[in-house]
T-cell receptor
Framework: DAKTTQPPSMDCAEGRAANLPCNHS???????VYWYRQIHSQGPQYIIH???NNETNEMASLIITEDRKSSTLILPHATLRDTAVYYC???????????FGTGTSLTVIP | NAGVMQNPRHLVRRRGQEARLRCSPM?????VYWYRQLPEEGLKFMVY????????ESGMPKERFSAEFPKEGPSILRIQQVVRGDSAAYFC????????????FGQGTRLTVV
């Protein structure tokens, strides 16, 4: 089962930063945090992942707390096309399945 | 480098027929995952395969469902004797190796059982 907790929904104004939180208090030392999103009914899209250091790519930034019990995905300048369900996933140690929970439904408002 | 390709994108079957869903992983990827998404619900893991081997099928229904990933060719998810409850979107993902690496998803096959 999913080992993460996310708020069910969030709104963000277009052009502003969207900060999506995720709690993963039972994360193990060798488990990474992954973020995916699903726009409408398309296939999930990989965003970013990390272990303990903060990560940044062309899509987003991932901030992981020092104790690794929570993280935040940051979309620096949200656009209407960022409206989607965002999933925070902690991958099991043997690296098999990605367990998708219920995610956060982000709505970017004009 | 083409992404994960799934076909068909839409599939309509009558109750009792067989459904075959195909997934061609990204070039160089030897790990395939299948997920099912029922209407208005989240993604549920079904099966994880490497070339010619089923590694984890803990999410597969015990009957009528099977999956394979042969040495040559795409991965196939097969549903025998489909029922209306099988209507869903089926997504395939691939990765280059196990462990902590990202997986990339296809656009899915939407199965409708009439």
């Amino acid at each position: 089962d999913a080992k993460t907790t996310q708020p069910p929904s969030m709104d963000c104004a277009e052009g502003r930063a969207a900060n999506l939180p995720c709690n993963h208090s039972t994360i193990s030392g060798n488990e990474y945090v992954y973020w995916y999103r699903q726009i409408h009914s398309q296939g999930p899209q990989y965003i970013i992942h990390g272990l303990k250091n903060n990560e940044t790519n062309e899509m987003a930034s991932l901030i992981i707390t020092e104790d690794r019990k929570s993280s935040t995905l940051i979309l620096p300048h949200a656009t209407l096309r960022d409206t989607a369900v965002y999933y925070c996933i902690v991958r099991v140690a043997n690296g098999n399945q990605f367990y998708f929970g219920t995610g956060t439904s982000l709505t970017v408002i004009p | 480098n083409a992404g994960v390709m799934q076909n068909p994108r839409h599939l309509v079957r009558r109750r009792g027929q067989e459904a075959r869903l195909r997934c061609s992983p990204m070039k160089g990827h030897s790990h395939v995952y299948w997920y099912r998404q029922l209407p208005e619900e989240g993604l549920k893991f079904m099966v994880y395969l490497q070339k010619e081997n089923i590694i984890d099928e803990s999410g597969m229904p015990k009957e009528r469902f099977s999956a394979e990933f042969p040495k040559e060719g795409p991965s196939i998810l097969r549903i025998q004797q489909v029922v209306r409850g099988d209507s869903a979107a089926y997504f395939c993902a691939s990765s280059s190796r196990t462990g902590n690496t990202e997986a990339f998803f296809g656009q899915g096959t939407r199965l409708t059982v009439v």
